[in-house]
């Protein structure tokens, strides 16, 4: 009898084993995970491991010890549509006709003509998610839903957009799921709770299949909220008690992956759709030593933090300088999942020498393409960043925003200027007149994007 209660004893124990050990094979087999996090409006400098002081962010500093962090890693267009919809598409925006800032009164949105990072992967069999602000296309047929995505949760446009359109379908903020409001001008010192939340039940139901999970926060974009739990908690006022609150979510997100051992087969990826909103003053993020912020194409507008986590595949403690794109991620995820391209014209290009600090990797561009709506403003090859003339907002003096309230704009009118931003980061002494040869070689790369993009300014398109 001792004996029969062994053998079955032993034979239990191979056979709860077995599940485990066959599930770790088939986890190993299947094609990784993607999470992307995106914050909205955040300042380059806004992270501690991106220089900040007075805002604790322990888990996004971890994070980048555990992978790779881009100091030269750029957004399109700064604004937030425009930004987004690079990012869905591989893209520059101006291909997707999606400019600007959508609102309660746009009747358009993402085009299906445009292939989502979302359709390329569920083709691969992934489950996926938005949770947070969409931005491109509040109308039934521009949903997330429409565009790839098995699930939506969040907001459909930035959460200041209300209720100022009161002929619009939305008169007030809504806050759908699926395609349905199930809420209006919900209380947003919930939202990073409620969206976190949210996007942890996502993995622990999908732990079993590969899933692609996009988080765009609301936040930090005015009007700012935040919890009871991080009210007050950080030496820089609310706008550090919100970017606090982001960071734990990215904590949360991090502890839920290691829970589940998901860690070895997941990319996350953490970047801002463009620089600071600086007319809110102590309401926005810092540029650090960049010039300018959100609605130009100066450095500060459209350089934003990046960090990148994968256990195993990217290297931990990395900083990788060369510089990299929105418009990269696309053809980057599908590199690694192993997902088809989508047919047609890709701006974005494979940077996985990049991701993983491979020796000598340099980036795949010969330039970056910075517009304003239809204007080219600036190309970027290597060092070198030269400017078209044209016309940019800036503060006026020093007539900073306070606690919500914005401070005003003025308009100044720029030339030709060139900048080596290994040597002048903020982007002070105009070289161009030194460069004759450098500045004739960004002309021309610039031209051939006039004559396939266009540029208002040069009555191209």
Known sequence: MIHTLRFLAIGVALFASLPTSLWSQEKAKRPPNVIVIYADDMGYADLGCFGVKKIKT??????????????????????????????????????????????????????????TIAEVLKALGYATGIIGKWHLGHLAEFLPTRRGFDEYYGLP????????????????????????????????????????????????????????????????????????????????????????????????ILETLKQLELDDNTLIIFTSDNGPWLSYGNHSG???????GKGTTWEGGVRVPFIA??????????????????????????????????????????????????PNAKSPHEAYFFYWNNELHGVRAGPWKL???????????????????????KNVKAGLE??????????????????????????????????DLGDSLTRKK
């Open 58 to 115: 322990p888990n996004l500093d971890r994070m980048a010890k555990q992978g790779v962090r881009f100091t030269s890693f750029y957004t399109s267009q700064a604004v937030c549509s425009a930004s987004r919809a690079s990012l869905m598409t591989g893209k520059y925006s101006n291909r997707t006709e999606i400019l600007g800032a959508l609102g309660p009164a746009s009747k358009n949105g993402l085009s299906k003509e445009h292939m």
């Open 157 to 252: 446009y930035s959460n200041d957009m209300w209720p100022r359109h009161p002929t619009s379908k939305f008169p007030d903020l809504p806050l759908i799921d699926g395609e349905k409001v199930i809420a209006k001008n919900p209380d947003q010192t919930k939202l990073t709770t409620d969206y976190t939340d949210k996007a942890v039940q996502f993995i622990r139901k999908n732990k079993d299949k590969p899933f692609l999970l996009y988080l765009p926060h609301s936040m930090p974009h005015v009007p700012l909220f935040v919890s009871e739990r991080f009210k007050g908690k950080s030496e820089a006022g609310l706008y550090g008690d919100v970017i606090m609150e982001l960071d734990w979510s990215v904590g949360q």
């Open 286 to 292: 810092s540029q650090g030593l960049l010039r300018e």
């Open 309 to 358: 986590r994968w256990p195993g595949k990217i290297p931990a403690d990395k900083t990788q300088d060369q510089p990299a794109m929105t418009i990269d991620l696309l053809p980057t995820i599908a590199r690694f999942t192993g997902a088809k391209l989508p047919v047609g014209k890709l701006d974005g290009k494979d940077i996985t020498p990049l991701l993983l600090c491979e």
């Open 387 to 409: 400017y078209f003339p044209r016309t940019y907002r800036t503060m006026m003096g020093n007539d900073l925003g306070k606690d919500g309230k914005p401070g005003l704009y």
């Open 418 to 451: 060139l900048f080596n931003l290994d040597d002048d980061l903020s982007e002070r002494t105009d070289i161009a007149a030194r460069q004759p040869d450098v500045v004739r070689r960004l002309q021309m790369l610039a031209d051939r994007m006039r004559d």
